[in-house]
C-alpha cells in the first residue's frame, strides 16, 4: 500500500515536455500558437513570452488582471476544447513585435505539461519594376515595399553596370528596398530577382524589334502574357522623353478595359495574345510603347520603339510630275493639232480648187494664154 501511494505521488508529479512547435503568422492577421495536454482535472493555463503574461486561465475562466498590455484584446483560449485537452492561443493583428519564443503551461491534478512555440512574423512585400527615360538615359527600378522580414534583391544581366540599391524602414518595422540599375545595353534582357522567405518573385525587361509604319497608316503594339498565368494585369503606356501616360489596362479577372485615347484600340478576342492597335498614324506617335504584364509571381516588361516616317515631298513630287504630265500631254495634243491646222489651211490657200472656168492647164510647150474677163469689153487681138 505504501509502495502504491509512491507510485500515485510519482504520477502526481510527472512534467510532460511536447518539444518546439514553429508557426509562421503574417502581420496584420490572425494566428494560432498550438497546445495540447493530457486531459485532467482543476485545469491551470499560463502562456508568456519571456517575462511578459500574455494570457491566464484557472478556476474555470480567464484572469487576465496581470496580462502585459501588448496583448490585451488580442488573445483567446477556445474554451470549449479545454474539457479535451485543447490550450492553444488564438492571437489577433500580429505586430513584428510578437515574434519570437513562447511558453505554454498547463498543469492539472494529474500531470504539467509545457510547450514551446516559436513564432516568425512575415509581411509579404509588395513587388514591382518600374522602367524610366529621360532623353538618351533609361533606367530600371526594382522595388519591395512594406515587407518583413527585408528583401533581398539581385540582378541578372549581361553586361557590369552601375546599380544603387536604398532600404528605408518605417515606424512599424516594415522594409522597404529599392535598386535602380541603367541599361547599358539596349538589345539585351535585364532580369531582377527578389527573395523573401523561400520565396523568389521574378520581372524581366526587354526589347522588342523596331517597328516602321508610314504616317497616316496602322501599327499593332504585341503584348503577350504566358499561357500558364491565370491571374494577371497588363498595362500599356506610351513613354516620351518628360512625360508617361497610360493608353489601356485589362485585368483578367474583371476582363473590363479602361478607355482609350481617340485611334487606339486594344484588341482583347485572344486569351494571353493581347494588341494595341493605334490607327491614322501621326509623327507624334513615334516614340516607345511599354507592355507591363504584372502577375503575383512576376512581372514582364517589354518596349516596343514604334518609328513612324514622314510623307516625304519626293511623294508629292511624284504626285505633281503626274498631274503635270497629264496637263502637258494635252496642251501638247492641243499644239499639233493646232499646227496641223495651220499647215492645212495654208496649203488649201496656195493650191486653190481647181474648175474650168478659173484654171487651165497648159503643156510646158504651149504658150500661155491670158484669159481675160468677158464683161470689160475686152477682145482678143
Not at 492641243?334 to 486653190?352: A, D, F, M, Q, W
Request: aromatic content about 8%; charged content about 20%; proline content about 4%.
Amino acid at each position: 500500500m505504501k509502495v502504491h501511494f509512491h507510485l500515485i505521488f510519482l504520477l502526481h508529479a510527472c512534467t510532460v515536455v511536447l518539444g518546439l512547435e514553429i508557426v509562421t503568422g503574417q502581420v496584420s492577421k490572425d494566428c494560432i500558437l498550438p497546445c495540447s495536454f493530457p486531459h485532467g482535472e482543476e485545469v491551470v493555463i499560463h502562456w508568456k513570452k519571456e517575462l511578459q503574461n500574455v494570457h491566464s486561465y484557472y478556476s474555470g475562466q480567464d484572469q487576465l488582471a496581470s496580462q502585459d498590455s501588448q496583448y490585451r484584446g488580442r488573445t483567446a483560449l477556445f474554451h470549449e476544447g479545454i474539457p479535451n485537452g485543447n490550450a492553444s492561443l488564438k492571437l489577433s493583428k500580429l505586430h513584428q513585435t510578437d515574434e519570437g519564443s513562447y511558453s505554454c503551461y498547463v498543469g492539472t491534478k494529474q500531470t504539467r505539461t509545457e510547450v514551446e512555440v516559436k513564432l516568425s512574423i512575415q509581411a509579404p512585400p509588395h513587388y514591382a519594376m518600374e522602367y524610366e527615360k529621360q532623353d538618351s538615359e533609361r533606367q530600371l527600378k526594382c522595388s519591395a515595399f512594406l515587407g518583413y522580414p527585408k528583401p533581398n534583391i539581385t540582378w541578372q544581366d549581361c553586361c557590369i553596370s552601375r546599380e544603387d540599391t536604398r532600404t528605408e524602414r518605417t515606424q512599424d518595422g516594415l522594409y522597404s528596398v529599392r535598386s535602380e540599375k541603367n541599361i547599358t545595353d539596349k538589345a539585351y534582357s535585364y532580369v531582377c530577382h527578389i527573395q523573401f522567405g523561400d520565396q523568389i518573385w521574378t520581372a524581366d525587361w526587354k526589347r522588342a524589334d523596331l517597328l516602321c509604319r508610314s504616317e497616316g497608316g496602322t501599327a499593332i503594339i504585341p503584348c503577350e502574357v504566358s499561357a500558364e498565368s491565370s491571374s494577371y494585369t497588363i498595362t500599356l503606356k506610351a513613354i516620351k522623353s518628360t512625360s508617361t501616360s497610360v493608353l489601356a489596362s485589362f485585368n483578367s479577372t474583371s476582363r473590363s478595359p479602361v478607355l482609350l485615347p481617340e485611334r487606339f484600340y486594344l484588341d482583347t478576342d485572344k486569351p494571353h495574345k493581347y494588341k494595341l492597335r493605334i490607327s491614322g498614324l501621326t509623327l507624334d506617335d513615334q516614340g516607345e510603347y511599354l507592355c507591363n504584364v504584372s502577375t503575383p509571381q512576376y512581372t514582364k516588361l517589354t518596349i516596343t520603339t514604334l518609328q513612324v516616317e514622314e510623307r516625304t515631298s519626293t511623294n508629292s513630287a511624284v504626285s505633281g510630275t503626274g498631274i503635270g504630265i497629264g496637263i502637258g500631254t494635252v496642251i501638247g495634243i492641243g499644239i499639233v493639232i493646232t499646227v496641223i491646222g495651220i499647215s492645212y489651211y495654208l496649203y488649201k490657200k496656195g493650191h486653190p480648187k481647181q474648175n474650168g472656168s478659173a484654171v487651165k492647164t497648159v503643156s510646158p510647150s504651149e504658150e500661155p494664154v491670158a484669159l481675160l474677163p468677158r464683161d470689160k469689153g475686152w477682145t482678143p487681138e
